[in-house]
């Protein structure tokens, strides 16, 4: 078959060759007189048309049960123990009441339930006055429609346990929700399949077949990434990833690219059995994460947590607020993107020199081959619960090296959003890669604010002299103490040769 535009500039040829299973099409195409050929090209199939038919759940089913059962790195969704509390779905269609029941001790498979939360008036939360009746039973038809739903399919894939967050961790018990928040990555990890209302606004407005949300939840983010399966319940079809493969309905996921699943799976499994740095990986994971929007702002590092468990158990050794203590300077080695800088946060979360404590995107940099670096001194963190890789109380570090004052300038118009910034140090240098962690503007009313500029690690590596200053101001309500507002290049570092070493905390 041969198809030309009305100007003849351009033609395409099909051939295809099929029988009642595959298809395989072959296109040659001109354009400007190129010619170019495309071998293998997948032919589409048409969803379902609505993701909660039984055609199209069925189509799941027969995806799981291909994984468990041919899928060595996905695992063959062997029973395991049941999170602290578990609903309890009642087998048969005509059933409308479900139950919360407490799962320590037993074993069984169990879905788990990611999605958007959106406005809490759209919830009902289990709490310390709802949970004795819950425990008895109480009706479906009361939930939101995303919980409704994820019971319907719960149910379709022949499961009887369900674990959704705000049904199963008593939601105005602090002390309950930090025990149970910590065990989220292991929750996640141990189940037989997580389901995901990927297009799903909030809880309000069910899984089947909508429009995408304006924002990605971050939270998903972890729960794509532990689950050994997932389900997703996008807007015109289903799509199913583990660590091995991704499907979907129209069969149209490009087969050579590995998914954000497939890519974690593989670099934990390299980095456990030959022994690979992990720390590159762990960049990427900040830098996708940090991509992304949440619910509630302050859960950035419990949000992660998970994650950040199971790398540790690989790399043995310690975390602060989203870095490693081995690759310490080097994680500090991040910046915000420019394009997506935002506000300063008005309420703590992180200590300001981890990427934690700003929201928006960041870019993790790769240190040079360092010749001469700071000294960690102290690194602290304490947490606000039991989970040591959760939210904080407070953090800082201690940190000696070469240090100075300067002056960071504003360029070009305080109203354009293109305004960049340079730095001026007490020697008389220029410095003009400045990146400042989030939009100073304010903090700028006369163009100009005293900062001091320390040297985080320097090198010789290349065409010359080169190092990475972190730009730090102090902070008026703690004597002697300082925090990260941004970092900046430096072509030649000798001239920190003259200024003696100085002890700083930063907090």
């Not at 055609?55 to 695992?75: F, Q």
């Not at 006055?129 to 919980?147: D, R």
């Not at 310690?318 to 910046?335: I, V």
């Not at 730009?471 to 200024?499: H, M, P, Q």
Request: glycine letters at 6%; hydrophobic letters at 40%; charged letters at 25%.
């Amino acid at each position: 078959m041969t198809l030309r535009t009305a100007s003849d500039s351009m033609f395409f040829n099909y051939l295809v060759r099929s029988n009642l299973l595959n298809a395989d099409i072959w296109v040659e195409t001109s354009l400007l007189g190129q010619h170019i050929q495309f071998e293998n090209v997948r032919m589409g199939k048409a969803p379902s048309g609505f993701t909660g038919s039984n055609l199209a759940l069925n189509l799941a089913l027969e995806w799981i049960t291909d994984c468990t059962s041919k899928h060595k790195m996905c695992g063959d969704g062997s029973l395991r123990t049941l999170p602290t509390r578990v609903l309890d779905l009642c087998i048969g269609e005509n059933c409308l009441e479900a139950s919360i029941i407490t799962g320590e001790g037993k074993i069984a498979r169990y879905c788990t339930l990611s999605h958007c939360w959106g406005q809490r008036g759209n919830h009902r939360l289990l709490t310390k006055a709802t949970l004795s009746s819950w425990l008895t039973a109480f009706y479906i038809g009361e939930l939101p429609q995303t919980y409704q739903d994820v019971i319907a399919v719960t149910k379709q894939l022949v499961l009887r346990y369900l674990w959704i967050d705000s049904l199963c961790i008593i939601q105005d018990d602090q002390e309950d929700w930090e025990r149970e928040s910590s065990k989220m990555g292991d929750i996640y990890q141990n189940s037989y399949i997580t389901i995901a209302a990927t297009c799903a606004a909030d809880s309000s407005v069910g899984m089947f077949s909508h429009a995408r949300p304006i924002h990605r939840p971050r939270v998903v983010y972890q729960e794509r990434l532990l689950s050994p399966r997932i389900l997703h319940f996008l807007r015109e079809e289903l799509a199913c990833e583990c660590v091995e493969t991704k499907r979907c309905e129209c069969n149209y996921f490009p087969s050579a690219r590995m998914s954000v699943k497939e890519k974690h799976a593989k670099s934990l499994d390299a980095s456990l059995h030959r022994k690979l740095p992990l720390h590159s990986r762990w960049h990427s994971i900040v830098e996708e994460y940090c991509e992304l929007s949440m619910t509630f702002e302050k859960d950035k590092l419990t949000a992660i947590s998970g994650v950040a468990r199971q790398v540790q158990s690989i790399l043995n050794e310690s975390y602060f607020a989203g870095l490693w203590s081995s690759s310490f300077k080097e994680d500090l080695y991040w910046r915000a993107n420019t394009k997506f800088r935002r506000p300063k946060l008005q309420k703590w979360r992180a200590p300001s020199w981890s990427w934690a404590a700003i929201n928006g995107r960041v870019i993790c940099g790769s240190a040079p081959a360092v010749e001469r670096s700071a000294d960690i001194l102290d690194l602290v963190c304490n947490p606000s619960s039991s989970d040591m890789l959760g939210e904080l109380d407070s953090a800082w570090m201690e940190i000696s090296g070469s240090f100075c004052k300067g002056m960071l300038h504003s360029v070009g118009s305080p109203d354009s959003d293109s305004k960049t910034f340079n730095v001026r140090t007490e020697t008389g240098h220029n410095l003009r890669s400045v990146f400042l962690d989030y939009d100073i503007s304010e903090d700028l009313p006369i163009g100009s604010l005293d900062i001091f500029l320390f040297l985080l690690y320097s090198s010789d590596e290349g065409k010359g002299q080169s190092g990475v200053l972190l730009l730090l101001r102090k902070v008026a309500a703690e004597r002697a103490a300082y925090e990260r507002i941004g970092i900046t290049n430096l072509d030649v570092w000798s001239y920190f040769d003259s200024f003696p070493k100085t002890r700083i905390k930063v907090i």
